[in-house]
DNA sequence: TATTGTTATACTCTATAACTATA
DNA sequence: TATAGTTATAGAGTATAACAATA
């Protein structure tokens, strides 16, 4: 099979390079994702949908933040959301300039269909580690990413 | 749930989703890169560089498709490379179709530049973990990309 | 004055498809 | 016919700044 049609492209130090590496896995993640996930929905707005259904009358702010997405795309993301009619904007007189969101009754059968295929993804995205090493790698980003931290 | 406590989003099953560490694993990357390579390139524009300057003269595609970028990406990004100075395309009799790739003096001189930096990045980055840690991060993402196949 | 969210602009990267020019 | 690269279009995500309403 070493046909050689394709040239050995050479990596050096990069090959070693968290960056890089990142990259290369959020790829292969994401190919995952849309092979088992054919809601018509992106990881990111599913991860929102998720977490909402979680966290019901959340800011929308606390989220964004815990989740790493800026406010002005977090805002975009949720008006798509809305407009799908997976979301609600709650208005509250708590405090008038916030927005709390909720789940509709599609987003909740949404993330509950997600849920099912969740083990099915999982199974795929570890095929190429044993269990103790996909274990260890999710260990190892939770601790370089400080997850667990509310921010 | 009665007090809200503050700002604590729950993330249930999620907080062990592959995709979402990787994601907030690669903005902190990201940031920690923007912080230390201040040459005005994107870490996508960076890796071209690197990449061509270790495989002179080699395809385009064969580089892009390494780096999983995609076709009509990669032409944007070779134009910007190439209109800023860094990088030369070589008409070649060999395949008339075909792009070969090479630094200029000034590419190289960012490569250079962006090695020595390198080091101080690669520090920042495992400042989470152990040495031990760092090295196994790097050795599962490797396992899970698959890399060190061409493709 | 500070905070929450919105709007606007711009750029990177991804995804497709149609196109050219070679092979 | 197939391949290498280009062009065009659309959309997601990021970054920044200016802005309104509210606190």
Redesign the pocket.
Known sequence: MTGKTEDTVELGEMENSLGLLL?LAQ?KN??AF?EFMNNGL????LTVLWVVGLNPGM????I?RRL?????????????LVRNGLLE?LDT????????LTLTKDGRAIVNRHKRQLAKLHQTERAALSASEYRQFISLLKKYTGSGNTQ
């Open positions: 990259r790829v994401f190919n849309y992106s990881p990111g707005e800011r929308q702010g606390t964004a790493l997405i800026k406010a002005a795309h977090m805002t975009k993301l949720v008006n798509r904007r007189p708590e405090d008038r300039r916030s927005v709390f």
